[in-house]
């Protein structure tokens, strides 16, 4: 899979960037290899100069994240966290239509299941 397959029609890529090859979709820079595109969101709280250097140095193609950062590699600035989720299930094939969600209540906790559609 390359990095315009990995976003889809949602993110218009530069034609040097389109066939960028994508291994895997990971978070903790200090887990990247060769071929592996670096999320970076601050939501993650791993969006520091200390992740994206580690990231390129160690052989990320790329990186996905919610803002621009000047790095050695290409940066992809994500119109919005659905680009990412759909990203992330192209990747990770085979996730279950449910998911169990607890929301978090002193008293007591409640389940919901909710259907995810890509």
Do not use: H, Y
């Not at 990995?6 to 994508?22: F, N």
């Not at 790095?71 to 990203?87: C, G, K, Q």
Request: glycine share 4%.
């Amino acid at each position: 899979m390359n990095l315009q397959e990995l976003l889809g029609s949602r993110v218009a890529l530069p034609a040097e960037q389109q066939l960028i090859p994508v291994a895997r979709l990971i978070v903790n820079s200090g887990e990247i290899q060769r071929a592996d595109i670096f999320v970076c969101t601050r939501d993650l709280d791993n969006a520091t100069m200390i992740d994206i250097n580690r990231a390129a140095a160690s052989g990320a193609a790329a990186i996905l994240a919610d803002c621009t950062w000047s790095t050695s590699i290409p940066v992809v600035v994500l119109p919005d966290r659905e680009t990412l989720n759909r990203a992330a299930a192209r990747v990770q094939p085979g996730q279950p239509e449910t998911v169990a969600v607890v929301t978090a209540r002193a008293e007591r906790p409640r389940w919901r299941s909710l259907r995810v559609k890509f």
